[in-house]
């Protein structure tokens, strides 16, 4: 699948100069810190925005439904997005992926100032799901396939800490600026900023020396998305599904009630508790995101995703039972959950590429990644319903959902260990 690769004596990587393999890694991180933006949009106004849609009929309960439907939505666009622009990325490039990409999930989110009805913001955030999902598996199949060798791990965090820094940008914005029921349009009209990004990746990104290896390889072959349920890679091909599924569906149907659940404990008198609550965890998995990738470097790929399995489980619990919004010690365990949830996303930015070889990689990473969105997308309306059959408790809800983080103990096992394996 893959050999043992010194990026200074490998001609195909030597066709790429040091700055132009630099410009690639600024670029890439930077869509994914605007990936992340996309990502912490909803949690942080999904509530204002319900209050200012829905008028009189707005309540607690409504609201928190929303959230669930807003996210289901946005999971269920990445899933088709992710597989859908990862295959376009290993037919015609991996930067023209990422440029549409970008401008999908940019275009449509500022097509959300304009929304008038929870129909039309529904739809939206599923357009915009598809860019989200999209940009992962293109940006990190070029980066890792533009550097290669011993310092892929490290490179490898440093993208996934972009995503979650965009989340924590996000957060402080929203601290400075408070997202309310009477202002919240604004928020929409910065997300669509990055499109001029996009514009960018698809004029001046240079394109992957690997993939450009393989095009004329590729062509007389059958398509990736068939290649990769073939007898050789199903296995691969599965094993990802798997690894990347569980961290996905704790996240989201788990871990992203504390914010609407801060937002609703603090009231109309602390606005910005909110924004606080998503700061502290946006800071602790910027930490995480980047921390995953050594971990899995130091300890190996299936220790490290075992550890981090049962870590993620004891903090959620303890996040969401032993401890509550605008209490002294909430921000702490935010934090330190934040740090162990996110270890998982860089574990798999390192751990993905190794599975799927140079011609199938973009594809086999997205529908790996993104297909544990559809799970997510109906974990999250499970959730959601559970959380209006609860009367809407919030922490009953997050600690039941954080039992899906036990299915890591039990499924790493299956794993290949890839950790000998170089791109």
């Not at 066709?15 to 909803?42: I, K, T, W, Y």
């Not at 303890?318 to 996110?342: D, K, W």
């Not at 999250?380 to 039941?400: E, I, M, P, Q």
């Amino acid at each position: 699948m893959s050999t043992v690769v010194n990026m200074s004596s490998d001609p195909v990587l030597q066709s790429l100069s040091p700055r132009n393999r630099l410009f690639v890694l600024v670029v890439s991180f930077a869509a994914l810190v605007f990936d992340g933006v996309e990502l912490g949009l909803m949690p942080v106004a999904s509530l204002s925005v319900s209050q200012s849609l829905l008028g009189d009929a707005y309540t607690p309960t409504v609201g928190g439904d929303w959230f669930a439907r807003f996210t289901a939505a946005l999971m269920l666009g990445a899933a088709i997005g992710g597989i859908a622009l990862g295959s376009l990325g290993d037919r015609i490039g991996r930067t023209r992926a990422m440029g549409i990409s970008i401008l999908f999930y940019s275009v449509f989110a500022a097509m959300g100032a304009w929304a008038r009805s929870q129909e039309q913001m529904l739809v939206l955030r599923f357009l915009v799901g598809l860019g989200v999902g999209g940009l992962w598996p293109n940006g990190i199949a070029l980066v890792a396939e533009c550097w290669s060798g011993a310092k892929r791990p490290l490179v490898s965090g440093a993208m996934m800490a972009g995503l979650n820094a965009g989340i924590l940008m996000l957060s402080q914005l929203a601290r400075i600026w408070p997202v309310t029921a009477d202002s919240w349009r604004w928020i929409f009209y910065l997300a669509g900023a990055p499109a001029f990004l996009g514009v960018l990746v698809l004029v001046a990104l240079p394109e992957s020396p690997r993939w450009r290896a393989t095009v004329g390889v590729t062509k007389a072959r059958t398509t990736p998305l068939r290649a990769l349920f073939s007898a050789s890679l199903i296995r691969f091909t599965l094993t990802g599904i798997a690894v990347a599924a569980i961290p996905m569906i704790g996240a989201w149907s788990a871990s992203k009630w504390m914010i609407p659940w801060a937002d609703q404990v603090a009231g109309k008198e602390n606005f910005g508790y909110k924004a606080i609550t998503q700061g502290y965890w946006a800071l602790g998995a910027v930490v995480g995101s980047f921390a995953g990738a050594q971990l899995a470097a130091w300890l190996g790929r299936r220790i490290s995703y075992m550890l981090i399995s049962l870590g993620a489980v004891i903090l959620t619990l303890s996040m969401f039972l032993l401890t509550a919004p605008m209490r002294p010690e909430f921000h702490a365990i935010v934090f330190a959950q934040g740090i162990v949830s996110t270890l998982f996303f860089g574990w798999l930015a390192l751990y993905l590429p190794e599975l799927f070889p140079t011609p199938v990689r973009a594809t086999g990473s997205g529908l790996a990644y993104n297909s544990g969105r559809f799970a997510t997308a109906g974990g999250v309306l499970l959730a959601g319903f559970l959380f209006s059959a609860l009367g809407g408790d919030y922490s009953h809800v997050g600690a039941l959902c954080a039992i899906v983080y036990a299915l890591g103990l039990i499924v790493i096992w299956f794993a290949p260990d890839t950790r000998s394996v170089e791109l």
